[in-house]
């Protein structure tokens, strides 16, 4: 399936959130994660071009796509630069598990669209990951290993 709208302005990314504290990260070691550098890169063109990859292949409906901007959800995106895993890390945004009781936007009306959208903003997270480490980043990883690391 193919999602045909235009490209959303890029998420601007803050240090007021270490990644350790969302649930679906673990960063360890070094605290530069590189945000200023990764926003740039991404204004550069791979926010554009890891947005034109997922529109190429997302299940997420045109319908679903207006609420996410109706929700400005894009904005709560995250992307960090984990030295020691030497990656992109991300948190994406996603509805909360009481989207019927906050009543967040009137076309929510069943647990498909949640997922539905829950999903695809992950998988638009991943490949901008993807992207960025691919065919943006020249920096390599910063960490050094142990001298007496055991061999496997």
């Known amino acids: 399936m193919t999602l045909s709208v235009e490209t959303p302005p890029v998420p601007e990314l803050e240090d007021t959130v270490d990644p350790n504290e ?16 990764l926003e740039e890169l991404l204004r550069d063109g791979a926010w554009a071009d890891a947005f034109e990859q997922w529109c190429a292949e997302t299940d997420v409906t045109a319908d679903e796509w207006a609420i996410v901007l109706d929700l400005e959800m894009l904005s709560h995106f995250d992307f960090f630069w984990d030295d020691f895993a030497d990656r992109v890390g991300y948190h ?12 967040l936007h009137s076309e929510i009306t069943s647990w498909k669209t949640v997922s539905s959208i829950n999903a695809g903003l992950t998988e638009l997270g991943q490949t901008v990951c993807e992207v960025l480490k691919d065919d943006y980043i020249t920096w390599e990883s910063e960490y050094e290993a142990p ?3 055991p061999d496997f």
């Open 92 to 103: 994406a945004p996603g509805l909360p598990e009481d989207w019927k009781e906050r009543e």
């Open 147 to 149: 001298d007496d690391l």
């Open 22 to 37: 969302y649930e679906d990260a673990d960063v360890v070691g070094d605290t530069d994660y590189r945000r200023a550098d």
